[in-house]
């Protein structure tokens, strides 16, 4: 099953599945059992054998419970948005009678186009630039009615999302839709760099790498969580390079070896920023930038033990089913690739509601 989040991560090559064997003398007719059958139910059953849905189940239990955890998140996001839209809708109208006016695009042209200032010369050029393969050898004189166009769409849509949020606050607008209950991937921390408090009630463990683009993406919601959620969440990185990216393997032992003393955070956010410059210049330029011991990081290196636990943490989260990264794990609620903070939002929140509750 190829979810839409797979598009936010960066993905090992798939193995092909075995070929199908031939088939057996017809069964008798048996009922399929239904999701969440007894372990003992039969599956499958042929002449002096048979396969229980347990002997079935029980060694893909990851992939079912990631497909279950996305499927059930899929649809929180989709009820989310709706909500939302309707809320939204509704509160348009109630200012839209508020204010004494006839329908809301009235109200959304005074909050809206009437607020939005006309293009700039700066701005039209910026637009030129950023359209230039889609204008087609244009000039920006020959294009300035669509760059112009563009600018504005682009100014009111910023407005709308302001205005929206005022409306919001003015109206005391809360969403209290609950969030599923997924299954949760026992996952352990180990012993890997980590920033909050230890006993913090939500822990975020990350497998991850240093240069699969969608990691770096993923970094700014990790920021913005660990922000508003100070002394609340513990956030830990555990390492899991892919095959494909080749400075995957030798950043992240230039980063565990910036841990043994003291500066893997500087290290991290700085390869993290850069993920195009991992080559070996660009790693050792980093560890002079940390301030590190140069001699005993080079030794540490060398340490064939770094690298073990690197494909350790890797180890780990394959039996844990992750296949791409970023993969999260929120209190074992697993969130797949680059998600936007809301996503973390409402999970932490979530989260934190069962520790008050």
Known sequence: MLSLLAFFACSQTPTEAPPLTAPGPAPLPLVA????????????YWDGGSVSYGDVTTPMQHQLDQMLAEYLMGRYDAEYQATEQKMDEELLKAETKKRGLAAPEDLLKAEINDKVAKPTEAEIADAYQALQRKLRGQTMEEARGVLESAVTQKKQSERYQVYIEELRKSYRATIQLPFPEVPRIEVSADDDPSVGPADAPVTIVQFAEFQCPYCGKARESV???MKN??????????DFPLDFHQNAIP????A???????????????FMKDQQSLAEADIQRVAKAAGLDMTKWEECRKDPSIEAEIKKDESDGQQAGVTGTPAFFINGVFINGAQPYEKFKAIVDAELAKKQG
């Open 229 to 238: 959620y100070d002394g609340k969440v513990k956030f830990v990185f555990r």
């Open 256 to 270: 565990n070896c910036a841990d043994k003393q003291g500066k893997y955070w500087p290290v991290h956010d700085a």
């Open 251 to 254: 950043a992240a032992i230039a």
């Open 223 to 225: 920021d913005k969580v």
């Open 33 to 44: 059992p239904a999701y969440g059958a007894e372990p003992t139910a039969v599956a499958a």
